[in-house]
T-cell receptor, first 115, second 115 residues
């Protein structure tokens, strides 16, 4: 059973057209992460939520925003996608609260294409 | 400043040989965690091994072991008896509990196992 679910698997958007990527989890983990991964590069942390506390990385462009309406769901909004935003977006969870923080649980990712 | 450094962009190793992938990290925190993840060409992130900063023994998981040298701030991954299926990207990552459990990745090492 999938525990961290990302939809859709592939997303195509147009230059400048807002797009939202979604992530849900059935693990009840309190920390959720969004990473951007370009081809043959490392996953780059964009932001993460520790419960409802939002942590933005200093070099995450303002074009990227996130929402976490409840424990299970987290969204990545790209307000005006540029060609350079084409990448794989990975959602991950962990749970330091209950001690299961020795592993990041990843979704299968959303591959974003910008035309 | 780079917090996770993987100095080997690529490695070629003969099948059945042992291989060591290097990882050094930088933190002033006393409490932290270190992960290794494998990413095959399919793109999924596969958890391999975890070492907590207070763990006195090196972590082991099957053919994987982590050579943790705290004073040198290194956390090298050792794969014994390498197999063709070990060909993949390998990422070292660090968890920082004092920063709301921020987890960042190194640039990775692409490992090629030769038959």
């Amino acid at each position: 059973d999938a525990m961290v679910i990302q939809n859709p698997r592939y997303q195509v958007t147009q230059f400048g057209k807002p797009v939202t990527l979604s992530c849900s989890q059935t693990l009840n983990h309190n920390v959720m992460y969004w990473y951007q991964q370009k081809s043959s590069q490392a996953p780059k942390l964009l932001f993460h939520y520790y419960d409802k506390d939002f942590n933005n990385e200093a070099d995450t462009p303002d074009n990227f925003q996130s929402r976490r309406p409840n424990t299970s769901f987290c969204f990545l909004d790209i307000r005006s996608p540029g060609l350079g935003d084409a990448a794989m977006y990975l959602c991950a969870t962990s749970s330091p609260r209950d001690g299961t923080n020795e592993k990041l649980f990843f979704g299968s990712g959303t591959q974003l294409s910008v035309l | 400043a780079q917090k996770i450094t993987q100095t080997q962009p690529g490695m070629f190793v003969q099948e059945k040989e042992a291989v060591t992938l290097d990882c050094t990290y930088d933190t002033s925190d006393q409490s932290y965690g270190l992960f290794w993840y494998k990413q095959p060409s399919s793109g999924e992130m596969i958890f391999l091994i975890y070492q907590g900063s207070y763990d006195e023994q090196n972590a082991t998981e099957g053919r994987y072991s982590l050579n943790f040298q705290k004073a040198r701030k290194s956390a090298n991954l050792v794969i014994s008896a390498s197999q063709l299926g070990d060909s993949a990207m390998y990422f070292c990552a660090m968890r920082e509990p004092d920063r709301d459990d921020k987890i960042i990745f190194g640039k990775g090492t692409r490992l090629h196992i030769l038959p």
